[in-house]
Nanobody, 126 residues
Framework: QVHLVESGGGLVHTGDSLRLSCAAS????????IGWFRQAPGKERAFVAG???????YVSDSVKGRFLISRDNAKNTVNLELNNLQPEDTAVYYC????????????????????WGQGTQVTVSS
């Protein structure tokens, strides 16, 4: 069983930055892909970025160039840096973990993530 805790959300203004962290416990972190998703009010949950267990990363085109994902296996954490935030980035951000050793092709597939955190709210005011 993998337990995930997100932190770092908050209320910011347009153009500001935030750093979200996902701390994992349990399971085999070094063999597990971690993804970040977000869900805005009235919208479906959407993939934002993923860190595969082989250290490859993937960032959604919708935030590429503004969001960065990084992984620290020694600390069992995956961070998501949100830069130049816009009001449309307002959402609850969730981190999620796959089962160990899943293939790269599933990095964006929400149904392949079996463990989810409680989420952290990011609100960007204009």
């Amino acid at each position: 069983q993998v337990h995930l805790v997100e932190s770092g959300g908050g209320l910011v203004h347009t153009g500001d930055s935030l750093r979200l962290s996902c701390a994992a416990s349990g399971g085999s972190f070094g063999s597990t892909a971690i993804g970040w998703f977000r869900q805005a009010p009235g919208k479906e949950r959407a993939f934002v970025a993923g860190s595969h267990w082989d250290m490859d990363t993937y960032v959604s085109d919708s935030v590429k160039g503004r969001f960065l994902i990084s992984r620290d296996n020694a600390k069992n954490t995956v961070n998501l840096e949100l830069n130049n935030l816009q009001p449309e980035d307002t959402a609850v951000y969730y981190c999620a973990a796959q089962r160990p050793n899943e293939p790269w092709r599933w990095i964006r597939v929400a149904s392949k993530y079996y463990y989810w955190g409680q989420g952290t709210q990011v609100t960007v005011s204009s």
